[in-house]
């Protein structure tokens, strides 16, 4: 059974660089053609998606998170990761990591099917 | 980019009534709409894909319909375990995404 986790340090100082590493486990992240997704969601608010990586290392930003964010993949690791820099008390959050299947998938093409459980970060001095 | 506004914000209804939860496209989407459910402390989970398609696991009593623009999320007669927060996804412009704001679905 494929599950993902989400680590990395829960505050941040503003002006800084958040970041963030989601290990699967229970399944190849180069597996099945697979895109890989970093969701956030503030305090009391709705998700918005960061972006998303393909298992090759293509990626794909928020056109509003773009100039701060980049993804990254280590196949070797079973691991993809966050890197949101700048930071400030806006991007305090819930932040997600889930699998994406490709839009050619038969199932659950294009909505993310698999969820971590989720990791706070503050940003705060 | 493509906005989806959700509604109500808010749905106060009683276990056993039927839910009908609404989410609108600013342009179409076409069929590639998604659906989440949200409990609190939890991860959303996958409901519907592709506007219609139940996900693995997902009971019978939630169904999606629509394409273009408009798109309904029903859940058939409410369990006390179906209130949560409801979120609808589109994946028009591939690999790009976008979330709805949310409808809380809550117990009267």
């Known amino acids: 059974q494929l599950q993902l986790q989400e680590s990395g340090p829960g505050l941040v100082k503003p002006s800084e660089t958040l970041s963030l590493t989601c290990t699967v486990s229970g399944g190849s992240i180069s597996s099945s053609s697979y895109y890989w997704g970093w969701i956030r969601q503030p305090p009391g608010k709705g998700l918005e998606w960061i972006g998303s990586?393909?298992?090759?290392?293509?990626?794909y930003y928020n056109p509003s998170l773009k100039s701060r964010v980049t993804i990254s993949v280590d196949t070797s690791k079973n691991q993809f990761s966050l890197k949101l820099s700048s930071v400030t008390a806006a991007d305090t959050a819930v932040y997600y990591c889930a699998r994406l299947p490709p839009i050619t998938m038969v199932q659950g093409a294009g909505a993310f099917d698999i969820w971590g459980q989720g990791t706070m970060v503050t940003v705060s001095s | 980019e493509i906005v989806l506004t959700q509604s109500p914000a808010t749905l106060s209804l009683s276990p056993g009534e039927r839910a009908t939860l609404s989410c609108r496209a600013s342009?179409?989407?076409?069929?590639?709409l998604a659906w989440y459910q949200q409990k609190p402390g939890q991860a959303p989970r996958l409901l519907i894909y592709?506007?219609?398609n139940r996900a693995t696991g997902i009971p019978a009593r939630f169904s999606g319909s629509g394409s273009g623009t408009d798109f309904t999320l029903t859940i058939s007669s409410l369990e006390p375990e179906d209130f949560a927060v409801y979120y609808c996804q589109q994946r028009s412009n591939w690999p790009l995404i976008t979330f709805g704001q949310g409808t809380r679905l809550e117990i009267k």
């Open positions: 990586i393909y298992y090759s290392g293509s990626t």
């Open positions: 342009q179409s989407v076409s069929s590639y």
């Open positions: 592709d506007a219609s």
